[in-house]
């Protein structure tokens, strides 16, 4: 069996990702092939920190833009991103992997408060610990909720799953000709606007030193592949 390379990681899902094929609403089957990836970091003794995104109920700046108030269509936005945790956290438990939803907005009828030392104290207990509402601030999306809570917790590394496999000079639905990268600086990222994570979830990786690997939920055992350092997707480091 392959030895991990980490010990704490980040472990970032776009809502998109989490809606399989459907691109909207939730894909049980999916989430299930995700939970079941996870269950297999922790029984190698990897510590699962997750955020999930919301963007399969509702993206705040793409939705609301133009006709809501950028505030409070970024509320709507964390509001989605609840609904993911829980489903998450529902199938986690079906399979019996123990898991905790902590919130950065105080919902205690249905989530713990994000307390970092006891979000902590979980990963140490072996619990998958899934943050929701983001920052629980508008203007910051959940990338930048990511790598927040990734230095907050000590992650050793941010594994971004998303619906690409990697960093590529172009969008490589547009142009034929963009060339996937293994490696990539957080420098080069900023300075070619390069779709990765947004600037301020970029900078707040480069500034903490923490290495971002970007890879393609659609196989989610590239989460463990990922996990135990076999090469997949794109890395982004200094």
């Not at 899902?13 to 092939?33: V, Y």
């Not at 960093?167 to 990268?181: E, G, R, T």
């Not at 990539?184 to 779709?195: A, E, N």
Request: some cysteine.
């Amino acid at each position: 069996m392959a030895k991990p390379v980490y010990r704490r990681v980040l472990l970032k899902i776009s809502g998109e990702a989490l809606a399989g094929e459907k691109h909207t609403g939730l894909d049980f089957e999916m989430i299930g092939r995700v939970c079941d990836v996870v269950k297999q970091c922790l029984d190698l003794g990897v510590q699962v920190g997750v955020v999930v995104g919301g963007g399969n109920f509702w993206r705040g700046v793409k939705d609301g833009g133009g006709r809501m108030e950028r505030s409070r269509a970024d509320q709507m936005g964390m509001l989605a991103t609840v609904l993911n945790c829980l489903a998450v956290a529902d199938v986690c438990e079906q399979k019996g992997i123990p898991v905790r939803v902590q919130t950065a907005i105080e919902m205690r009828s249905m989530a713990e408060p994000y307390i970092r030392s006891k979000a902590i104290r979980h990963l140490e207990k072996g619990r998958v610990v899934i943050f929701g509402c983001g920052t629980g601030n508008p203007y910051f999306s959940t990338d930048t909720a990511a790598v927040l809570r990734a230095a907050e917790i000590g992650a050793e590394v941010i594994l971004l799953a998303k619906n690409v496999d990697g960093v590529y000079s172009a969008d490589p639905v547009k142009d034929p000709n963009a060339v996937k990268y293994d490696t990539i600086s957080y420098d080069d990222v900023l300075s070619r606007h390069l779709m990765v994570m947004d600037s301020t979830a970029t900078s707040l990786s480069m500034d903490n030193h923490i290495p971002v690997l970007l890879f393609a939920l659609k196989d989610p055992q590239n989460i463990v592949r990922a996990v135990c350092g076999e090469k997949v997707g794109t890395i982004v480091s200094e």
